[in-house]
């Protein structure tokens, strides 16, 4: 195991050796401490490196993650895994704002609660929040999948493309455009496995499926209100 | 000479004939209208500018022989790799998608040709276009459609789009008719469908994020490359020094005449200021900060010639962007094919229908028949042969004013033909000392 201190080593050296570190499998994984609320820790990596990350990290920690696996033993700040491509990004704490950002693909887990706009703009990513999210998450979401195993805040799925969203609690209200659908043995399947994926045990019968109504993909005057 | 009705028809004044079309088109639609194109209202620009020329007290350059160099360099604050242009005219971005491929290209192969940059724009980077143009300057844009890290770092300069002069606080729109299956494979969503790009950026708000979103690109890229961060004109006085303290290494100002693919025509004609006080009020800002020249700015919305680009450049820009003005290059409104105008409804010298997919000239179409209008090696030569042309005439005011290089062209070198644009541009009246507002 690579440790590296956050507290003798700068992000940008950091980043640097992450990526040019040699992929996983017989090569050892690194392990990152004291990151105190630094940003873009992890972010940019381009191998199957595995990172383990003790602490709470800033602003876009695995950013545009490609391949790697990183797990964050604490909380992080805004924009977790944003626009990842792929591997997997694990937070075993809380994330704010605009987890998952756009993010094309992998699989981004976090187990305590998110923040508003968690899955904003996300194109094919997966995220699974093991609590509740907040107001507007999985806006404007185009494909993927968000699992909410708790709750969700007001305006969930707002002009919502083809994603599908999965909700094991409430959620407080829908945004535009945002329906529930339902939950048919393919999407059952489909919820079981984004959690196993996930690490996460859950009553599948709690949970809801929502979706686009597909009403705001053409303009038409008679939804006018709603845009 | 007019002729004068004799039953004495008089059009109103407040509602002209354009105007009470409007009001029935929207009646009979109840929608807004969108168009492509930019404002069409008469604004007070850099037509209201001359140059003074030498004199008694200035020197001339001898305008066929003597040396009056173009070249600029955009990045050089905190990019270990700066951009070198051999001339101060860049290619705004244009997207993807709300252009055609060939058209792309083209711009691609032009830009290569004179040694500037060509800009990718929302719906994200073609091959055609990474292999086409040698520079090539990478937009993150609001949507991310497209957004993929390989391609920034295979750029050559990273531009942040918080917004476009055409319309400032707003984002795109590109209509079903012109989401083939490339198109919409390159941005997630389904083909056909109304593609509404967000106005705002899904993981950052204000200067203080968008600092660390600086900081997190740089950090994937590895510090190499430029940093732009593109602003539409409404606020410059304060967007540019908050531009600034986030971390820019240039600033692109795009100014109300700047165009679009798509948008409601309420925001085109009636969001944001024109591009000569926005010019001013940004030079100003990066002024008082005391980094006027150590963060570049490029200015862009109504660049039509060499006269434009002089005009920008010695007002404080360090290098101007086209894009209408590389459409039409490219022969945007050009009158041939004119029965493909009247089906679309309109004429040549008339058309901003780019949102309707049927560009007459295949510029901003994904028609294959009407794209293969364009062919790329000769819609390169024009736009080449058109840079080419600004350059000499840039080169030919600057040297009548005694410049050896075309950045040290100032203010003083230039009058303005009315008040307005005297108070905006902040140039003397001609025939006065007074600018108005400053005593």
């Not at chain 2, 890290?149 to 209509?175: C, F």
């Not at chain 2, 950090?219 to 961060?229: A, D, F, L, Q």
């Not at chain 2, 086209?322 to 945007?332: E, Q, T």
Request: one cysteine or more; glycine letters at 12%; proline letters at 5%.
């Amino acid at each position: 195991m690579n440790t590296v201190s956050l507290s003798l080593t700068s992000v940008r050296e950091l980043n640097e050796q992450l990526r040019g570190a040699p992929d996983a499998g017989s090569a050892p994984g690194w392990r990152v401490t004291d990151p105190k609320g630094a940003h873009a820790v992890a972010a940019g990596l381009t191998g199957h490196v595995q990172v383990q990350i003790d602490g709470h990290v800033g602003y876009y920690c695995a950013g545009m993650n490609q391949h790697a696996a990183i797990t964050v033993d604490g909380h992080c700040g805004t924009g977790v895994a944003e626009n990842m491509m792929s591997g997997i990004v694990r937070i075993r704490g809380n994330a704010s704002q605009s987890a998952g950002a756009s993010g094309h693909g992998g699989m981004l887990v976090i187990e305590g609660n998110a923040g508003p706009r968690c899955g904003i703009s996300m194109k094919g990513i997966d995220i699974v929040v093991g609590g509740k999210t907040g107001h507007m998450s999985g806006f404007m979401a185009q494909s993927g999948n968000l699992v909410i195993c708790g709750d969700a805040g007001h305006d969930l799925g707002d002009s919502i493309y083809e994603a599908v969203i999965y909700v094991g609690g409430s959620a407080a209200s829908l945004g535009a455009d945002c329906v529930e659908k339902e939950m048919t043995p393919k999407h059952r399947s489909r919820l079981q496995d984004l959690l196993s994926r996930a690490g996460m045990e859950r009553d599948l019968d709690r949970f809801r499926r929502f979706g686009s109504a597909r009403k705001l993909y053409h303009f038409h005057v008679d939804h006018a209100d709603s845009y | 000479m007019a002729v004068v009705d004799p039953r004495g028809l008089r059009p109103s004044h407040t509602f002209p004939a354009h105007v009470l079309a409007e009001i029935h088109r929207a009646a009979d639609q109840g929608v807004y209208e969108i168009r492509g194109f930019g404002t069409k209202r008469p604004l007070p620009g850099f037509d209201d500018l001359v140059f003074l020329g030498a004199s008694m007290s200035r020197y001339p350059l001898e305008g066929y022989r003597e040396r009056c160099d173009t070249g600029v360099t955009l990045g050089t604050r905190f990019a270990s790799r700066p951009i070198e242009l051999k001339i101060p005219i860049t290619i705004a971005g244009m997207s993807f998608g709300a252009l055609g491929a060939n058209a792309k290209e083209a711009i691609g192969r032009a830009c290569t040709a004179m040694g500037t940059s060509s800009t990718t724009g929302d719906g994200g980077m073609t091959e055609e276009e990474r292999q086409s143009s040698e520079t090539l300057v990478y937009q993150v844009l609001p949507s991310r459609y497209g957004m993929n890290p390989d391609d920034l770092r295979r750029a050559d300069a990273i531009e942040i789009v918080v917004g476009q002069g055409a319309k400032p606080g707003g984002g795109g729109v590109l209509l079903g008719q012109k989401i083939t299956e490339r198109v919409a494979g390159m941005r997630d969503l389904p083909e056909g469908i109304d593609q509404r790009s967000a106005c705002r950026h899904p993981d950052w708000t204000g200067p203080d994020d968008l600092a660390i979103k600086i900081q997190e690109l740089r950090e994937i890229t590895g510090w190499e490359k430029p940093v732009y961060v593109k602003i539409g004109a409404s606020r410059p006085t304060y967007d540019v020094a908050l531009a600034v303290k986030a971390g820019a290494d240039v600033i692109v100002l795009d100014g109300m005449q700047g165009g679009t693919a798509a948008t409601q025509d309420v925001f085109i004609e009636h969001v944001g200021i024109p591009t000569l006080p926005a010019l001013r009020q940004a030079v100003e800002a990066l002024q008082a900060l005391d980094v006027h020249r150590e963060v570049q700015l490029v200015v862009s919305g109504g660049i039509r010639s060499g006269a434009d680009v002089a005009k920008a450049l010695a007002m404080g820009a360090d290098a101007v962007s086209i894009g209408s003005a590389a459409m039409v290059a490219l022969g945007c409104n050009k009158a041939v094919h004119v029965e493909d105008y009247q089906a679309i409804g309109t004429e040549p010298g008339y058309c901003h229908h780019c949102h309707t997919g049927r560009c007459p000239v295949g510029v901003t179409t994904q028609d294959p028949v009407l794209e293969a209008r364009l062919r790329p090696e000769q819609g390169a030569r024009w736009l080449r042969n058109y840079l080419t042309a600004m350059i000499l005439e840039l080169q030919t005011i600057a040297r009548a004013n005694g410049k050896s290089h075309v950045l040290n062209l100032e203010p003083e070198d230039m009058a303005a033909l009315t008040v307005e644009a005297a108070a905006m541009a902040g140039i003397p009246l001609a025939g006065t000392s007074w600018i108005p507002g400053k005593g």
